[in-house]
């Protein structure tokens, strides 16, 4: 299992561009949501019961979510935690195909305020989307880059009475 700092540290990535890769635990609904809609159309995502929308998670066009998610090295939700991936998305299409995501990742353990900000459209249903990096703090000063994002099927070790939707993000950065 690698440990937390190798999977934030650029310096002990191989080649120009250093890569690092996180997962995202995203908990709409439940006792411990980690994602809670602000604004806009809902499902019944708070009575114990979820309906699912067009865009498989209840949330119709134009719903802005606060996010305050778990960032973890292994996609199981009980993996080392190395941080918390915060701000919001939007569901910015009429269909529900895409949603507009912007959040800092923020790295725990880092005596500099380690963070990185993304920005980008997150297509629902598609192998891989793109995310901006469009700045950063800390050993991430200056960064720049992309992120890959790609949903995965949770795997189940930790029961939750939310919906989960797991994000892996593959994060490769220029200085």
Known sequence: MPNATAAVNPVQATGKEPILEL???????????TARPVTGLLGNIYSGQLQLGPD???LGFGTIT???????VQPELGSQIVGKAQGVYVASSADGSRQMMAFTALFEGGEYGDSLNLYGLFKIGSAMSKLS??????KFKNAKG???????????????????TLLRITVHLKY
């Not at 997962?23 to 949501?33: A, C, Q, R, T």
């Not at 992309?146 to 989960?164: C, D, K, M, Y």
């Open 66 to 72: 606060v996010i305050d998610d778990v960032l973890t």
């Open 56 to 58: 498989g998670l209840g």
């Open 146 to 164: 992309f992120a890959e994002v790609r949903s995965l099927i949770p795997p189940g070790q930790i029961a939750t009475n939310g919906a989960e």
């Open 133 to 138: 990096v469009i700045s950063g703090t800390g």
């Open 23 to 33: 997962f995202m635990h995203d908990i709409l609904g439940g006792s411990n949501p």
